[in-house]
């Protein structure tokens, strides 16, 4: 398939960026569109000169959301807020948002649309806002762009990850590590550079029309064993010590006055419910993608959180 021009919004955010260097290794021109542009320059080096530009949208602007992605050729959707702040509320930028791309790439002509989603986004019903709005989101982009290929990460990690990061930082400043719940929720980490290929395969092969793929790492880990990991990684000894879930969410709603929350109920909720592939859906094998493993990724970032430093070349890794 011809496909010559790219427009990826949410091209600045962790997996946005990615996808914009996997569109541009393989020639493409990139338009990022974000709300931001003056902010966007760094997207520019991923590809020769001119091949990345960054445009001015906001998906709560449907007029500036249509100029974006006319000419397009394909349209990948990497835009999410992990709480609501003023304006950007989960509706309106998840699901609103997500409608205003279909139906502008839609009358575009665009060829391809690739929207990213997260796993469990289909249960319209979870009592958690935040999924609530990523599986309307996947409802308004179905039916305005039949053919829309979604794809759903369990947690993503990399250099600029907000999962494995903050349990390193974590475990710098606190003498333990709260764990919610019993800390047995399974998680199938995925390397952002794995999801970035994904996006990359989709954008070209039409035969993921249509379809919804699950993106998983190669292994399951409970929470606790991503917690001790993280230890093991960054060379330090902390006890895990189980916070019942109601307390931590009241801490948690009064967290979610701060101007930056360092966790919300919903991401509370996240943390105890199993977040993996389900079995015999697609996912990464059937993009031709083999997965990256969290041990082999992890030590080269999480190295600046270790206590023997990053330049201890006998570090283990
Ligand atoms: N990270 C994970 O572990 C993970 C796992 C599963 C699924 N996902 C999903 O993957 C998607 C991307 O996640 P991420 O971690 O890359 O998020 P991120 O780092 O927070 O990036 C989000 C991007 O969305 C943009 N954005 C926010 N509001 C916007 C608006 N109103 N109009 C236009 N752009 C807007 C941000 O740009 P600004 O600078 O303008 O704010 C940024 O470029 C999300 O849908 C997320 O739910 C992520």
């Known amino acids: 398939m011809d496909i010559r021009q ?11 960026r990615y996808v914009v260097r996997a569109l541009a290794a393989r020639g493409m021109r990139i338009r990022v569109a974000v709300r931001r542009p003056e902010l966007a320059d760094f997207t520019r080096i991923a590809g ?3 091949q990345v530009m960054a445009v001015q949208a906001n998906l709560r602007f449907p007029a500036s959301v249509a100029a974006a992605v006319a000419g397009s050729d394909a349209v990948v959707n990497a835009v999410g807020i992990p709480y609501e702040r003023g304006r950007q509320r989960y509706k309106a930028v998840h699901a609103d948002g997500a409608r205003h791309i279909a139906e502008a790439s839609a009358k575009a002509g665009a060829q391809r649309l690739i929207h990213i989603s997260g796993i469990g986004a289909q249960q319209p019903r979870t009592g958690n806002a935040f999924v609530e709005s990523k599986a309307q989101a996947e409802h308004e982009m179905n039916r305005a762009f039949p053919g829309v290929t979604i794809l759903r990460p ?9 999962f494995f990061n903050r349990l390193a930082s974590a475990a710098q400043m606190a003498p333990f590590m709260p764990v919610f719940g019993d800390g047995l929720a ?16 989709a954008v070209v092969d039409r035969t993921t029309a249509f379809g919804a793929y699950e993106l998983g790492g190669p292994r399951v880990y409970t929470y606790r064993e991503l917690v001790e990991l993280t230890l093991r990684i960054t060379q330090r000894q902390r006890r895990l ?7 931590a969410k009241i801490g948690a709603f009064f967290a979610e006055f701060l101007p930056v929350p360092p966790i919300t109920r919903d991401q509370i909720d996240l ?11 697609p996912g990464l094998s059937e993009l031709g993608i083999t997965p990256h493993s969290a041990e082999a990724i992890l030590p080269m970032y999480l190295d600046r959180y270790r206590v023997s430093g990053r330049y201890d070349l006998t570090a283990p890794v």
């Open 154 to 162: 369990s947690v993503v990690f990399g250099p600029e990850d907000r």
């Open 186 to 201: 399974k998680f199938q980490p995925v390397f952002v550079g794995d999801v970035a290929d994904a996006v990359a395969h």
């Open 48 to 50: 020769d000169v001119g």
């Open 6 to 16: 790219v427009t990826v919004f949410g091209g600045t955010g962790f997996i946005g």
């Open 241 to 247: 010590i189980s916070l019942p879930v109601w307390p």
């Open 271 to 281: 943390m105890i419910r199993d977040n993996v592939t389900t079995p015999g859906r």
